[in-house]
T-cell receptor
Framework: EAGVVQSPRYKIIEKKQPVAFWCNPI?????LYWYLQNLGQGPELLIR????????DSQLPKDRFSAERLKGVDSTLKIQPAELGDSAVYLC???????????FGQGTRLTVV | LAKTTQPISMDSYEGQEVNITCSHN???????ITWYQQFPSQGPRFIIQ???TKVTNEVASLFIPADRKSSTLSLPRVSLSDTAVYYC?????????????FGSGTRLLVRP
């Protein structure tokens, strides 16, 4: 069975440009998470979905970040406009329910120049 | 006030037991404690999860005291392939809200 799939793996953009990341969770997983991970630090939760509903987006910088999970399956995370400080790895994870084992994708490494 | 606290790094030798402790004073009442392993350029991978006392699976044990303000991941007889970063993940009651927080990670180096 395929795991969590993220694309692209790497993205380099100039500051002020928009960027989008895509995540396909494991089939049947209701909960989807987007995390940001800076070098040498633990992942930080950006947003958590239960099916189509964003149940925790308190740590999502809503002035430039947005996310959606149409039909409760795939999800996209967008940054517009990107800033230099947004350079990081963006991880997507999914689980059958919240508080159960979460499976992570390999992440998208974003570099803003 | 630290959200969670883990040692930054640990060194060990092959065949030894390694214990990594995470402190989480503000853990939410009904939340589980989960530990993940992460290799470079990969996403974290689930190791073990528990609520209280002791949990054991084929790769690790998790010890949780009665007050649940800390947890200890125990890796028996580590091998070179266990060299990785280990994170605890807990839900914390912070500022009257619930937040899912990863620790800062413990970098484990296993030497031959």
């Amino acid at each position: 069975e395929a795991g969590v799939v993220q694309s692209p793996r790497y993205k380099i953009i100039e500051k002020k440009q928009p960027v989008a990341f895509w995540c396909n969770p494991i089939s049947g997983h209701n909960t989807l998470y987007w995390y940001l991970q800076n070098l040498g630090q633990g992942p930080e939760l950006l947003i958590r979905y239960e099916n189509e509903e964003a149940v925790d987006d308190s740590q999502l910088p809503k002035d430039r970040f947005s996310a959606e999970r149409l039909k409760g399956v795939d999800s996209t995370l967008k940054i517009q406009p990107a800033e230099l400080g947004d350079s990081a790895v963006y991880l997507c994870a999914s689980s059958f329910q919240q508080a159960t084992e979460a499976f992570f994708g390999q992440g998208t490494r974003l570099t803003v120049v | 006030l630290a959200k969670t606290t883990q040692p930054i790094s640990m060194d060990s030798y092959e065949g030894q037991e390694v214990n990594i402790t995470c402190s989480h004073n503000n853990i939410a009442t009904n939340d589980y404690i989960t530990w993940y392993q992460q290799f470079p350029s990969q996403g974290p991978r689930f190791i073990i999860q528990g609520y209280k006392t002791k949990v054991t699976n084929e790769v690790a044990s998790l010890f949780i005291p009665a007050d649940r303000k800390s947890s200890t991941l125990s890796l028996p007889r580590v091998s070179l392939s266990d060299t990785a970063v280990y994170y605890c993940l807990v839900g914390l009651d912070m500022d009257s809200s619930y937040k899912l927080i990863f620790g800062s990670g413990t970098r484990l180096l296993v030497r031959p």
